[in-house]
């Protein structure tokens, strides 16, 4: 093996090294706004049931104070 084989062998390591670098930090980065959309899903979840919660403890009240008989 001469000199510059073994030069070409090293630059295209080093390249193939780089793109793994920048493989991996786009895949770091895919995982992260993965995590952020569902935190953010969960917590647009979480509203919706509270307000579904409070709609119905609203209509239990109205049906609580119609059935009530006054003797």
């Known amino acids: 093996?001469?000199?510059n084989s073994s030069d070409s062998?090293?630059?295209a390591r080093v390249h193939a090294y780089k793109n793994d670098e920048h493989i991996n930090g786009d895949i770091m980065n895919l995982l992260a706004a993965g995590d952020l959309i569902k935190l953010e899903n969960l917590e647009q979840q979480k509203q919706h049931t509270q307000a579904i919660r409070k709609k119905l403890d609203e209509m239990k009240s109205q049906n609580d104070n119609q059935s009530s008989a006054v003797f």
Request: glycine share 0%; with cysteine.
């Open 9 to 11: 062998m090293c630059d």
């Open 1 to 3: 093996m001469d000199n």
